[in-house]
């Protein structure tokens, strides 16, 4: 069961969820302009029941007996309200973020505008049109080194009479290990191909170049998939909306096996020491590049926003592994040409 927390949201009042103690895992439904049972409400739905989910999963592979603190707000303006789930210190992780946000709202000029230069027809630039987001996002930083980083989103988008998805799963390894790499990409060309065979291939180059560090000239990780921007009816090979459902439902899968089984081994100071200095990578993609997080400055919730960010980082100058080492083969990874795993 979780144990939620007393918490104040944005508004200043007292977290409704949050005083109820499990009660917090109902689902709220705000009102949508879709007609009652169609796509948009049930996906409504989806992100918070697939919230409560992870986080039971979550908790029992964790195995601490550490709980999710649930933060439950509200927006200020317009329509909506989200849950961030964080657990800390735990004995896999060690910090752990399972976040939904709700929003009904009107876009504003300027995010109008970001999103019609993206080649969204419907957008009118000048902003003043209702939207409907939903979306779940998580990151998991893990207590051990040998355990890589995993982050996973799915939201939808909707206005007027068009509605987009987009999302993606991808892991952040601090020491290679080929065949947890394998057994990731292995789920998601799995999960893919039941839709399409052409499902995979184009979200893995998606998620390549996204989660790349320009001023670095290294990936962040191996990847995974990455997809934004798919129009729900616009694609004849496959369901939209189904595929978007079944890739959330199967991110646990792809991470946690191996992470339980890395997790049980052993560790050195000094390899702790590198997953600090590697998180530092993590950060500065995340706040020089992130397409999401740069969105969510502007005007978003700051908290919520930054809770992506690792639990401990170093900061160290021009740091060089030794030629040969392991900590070496991986920025051998990271700076060569994406693998097909």
Known sequence: MVVATTTTTTTGRTGRWALRGAGWRRRR???????????????????????????EECEGADGSGRRFRVDAWERERGEGFGRTCVLEDGSLFEKAAINVS?????????????????????IESA???????????????????????????????????????????DITPVYLNEDDCKAFHGHWKELCSRHSEDVYPEFKRWCDRYFYIPARGEHRGVGGIFFDDLEDGACEAYDVEAFVQE??????????????????????ED???????RRGRYVEF????????????????MESIMVS??????????????????????????RGKPRDW
């Not at 709700?102 to 419907?122: C, K, N, P, W």
């Not at 390899?271 to 200095?277: D, P, V």
């Open 29 to 55: 439904v705000l009102p949508s302009r879709a007609p009652v049972g169609t796509r948009a409400l049930r996906f409504d739905e989806y992100v918070q029941g697939l919230q409560s989910d992870m986080i």
């Open 102 to 122: 709700v929003i009904r709202d009107v876009l504003t000029e300027e995010r109008a505008r970001a999103m019609s230069e993206r080649g969204r027809a419907s």
């Open 127 to 169: 902003g003043g049109q209702a939207y409907e987001a939903e979306a779940l996002s998580l990151v998991f930083h893990p207590r051990s080194p040998l355990v890589p980083t995993l982050r996973a989103d799915v939201r939808r988008f909707k206005v007027g009479g068009s509605t987009w998805y987009g999302g993606g799963c």
């Open 247 to 268: 890739f959330g439902r199967g991110i646990l899968a792809s991470w946690l096996p191996f992470a339980r089984e890395r997790n049980a081994l052993e560790f050195t």
């Open 271 to 277: 390899q702790k020491e590198w997953q600090e200095i």
């Open 286 to 301: 995340n706040l020089l590049y992130d397409r999401g997080i740069k969105f969510g400055l502007n005007g978003g919730r």
């Open 309 to 334: 960010a690792p639990p401990s980082v170093r900061w160290r100058y021009d740091v060089v592994p030794k030629e040969g080492s392991e900590e070496a083969r991986l920025l051998e990874v990271l």
